[in-house]
T-cell receptor, first 112, second 115 residues
Framework: GESVGLHLPTLSVQEGDNSIINCAYSNSASDYFIWYKQESGKGPQFIIDIRSNMDKRQGQRVTVLLNKTVKHLSLQIAATQPGDSAVYFCAAGRRGSYIPTFGRGTSLIVHP | EAQVTQNPRYLITVTGKKLTVTCSQNMNHEYMSWYRQDPGLGLRQIYYSMNVEVTDKGDVPEGYKVSRKEKRNFPLILESPSPNQTSLYFC??????????????FGQGTRLTVV
């Protein structure tokens, strides 16, 4: 079955630095990928998604890169702020499937 | 305000006592789903619903039931809860997977403890 995993359980950065959170997936048939942010005591919040026919997508201060050759995606956060401190999840799914597979999460800690 | 509302937020119950966790969304979304979140395991889908009266199993459906009688509500039912169902539960909704829209809105979560 599909597996999705993040490379590091915890990432510590200084305020103002750029953060990069990495994720690997196993199923080459995965059609879409999503990044979520979960703050303490809250439900996951959608950040950005990317389709398998793209290799880069940008949002506000965030960029997702997809490398299908090595089944890897990353979330880049520019000028990281204390409010970015949270657990970040990647998820992968196939077209027509209603069951995205979530990774276990990377905890991003931003030091002032 | 667009939101997904779950109730209760916290619940402690005893083994075998039936319970229902409610979920309601005000965005007219077709697709709703339930997840459980456990340390080291991430989010795993329990059940999902593509529309009224249409439900299907996710990855971990054993011990759970759902119903979708109205578009806005998607309750999760534990007929006979057991300690291994102690977990953090999330309800989510999204516009429609068939449109290619993947953005899901999650509720605040329900922390369930079964003793």
């Amino acid at each position: 079955g599909e597996s999705v995993g993040l490379h590091l359980p915890t990432l510590s950065v200084q305020e103002g630095d750029n953060s990069i959170i990495n994720c690997a997936y196993s199923n080459s048939a995965s059609d879409y990928f999503i990044w979520y942010k979960q703050e303490s005591g809250k439900g996951p919040q959608f950040i950005i998604d990317i389709r398998s026919n793209m290799d880069k997508r940008q949002g506000q201060r965030v960029t997702v890169l997809l490398n299908k050759t090595v089944k890897h995606l990353s979330l880049q956060i520019a000028a990281t702020q204390p409010g970015d401190s949270a657990v970040y999840f990647c998820a992968a799914g196939r077209r027509g499937s209603y069951i995205p597979t979530f990774g276990r999460g990377t905890s991003l800690i931003v030091h002032p | 305000e667009a939101q997904v509302t779950q109730n209760p937020r916290y619940l402690i119950t005893v083994t075998g006592k039936k319970l229902t966790v409610t979920c309601s969304q005000n965005m007219n979304h077709e697709y709703m789903s339930w997840y459980r979140q456990d340390p080291g395991l991430g989010l795993r889908q329990i059940y999902y619903s593509m529309n009224v009266e249409v439900t299907d199993k996710g990855d971990v459906p054993e011990g759970y039931k759902v119903s979708r009688k109205e578009k806005r509500n998607f309750p999760l039912i534990l007929e006979s809860p057991s300690p291994n169902q102690t977990s953090l539960y999330f309800c989510a909704s999204s516009l429609s997977h068939t449109t290619g829209n993947t953005e899901a809105f999650f509720g605040q979560g329900t922390r369930l403890t079964v003793v």
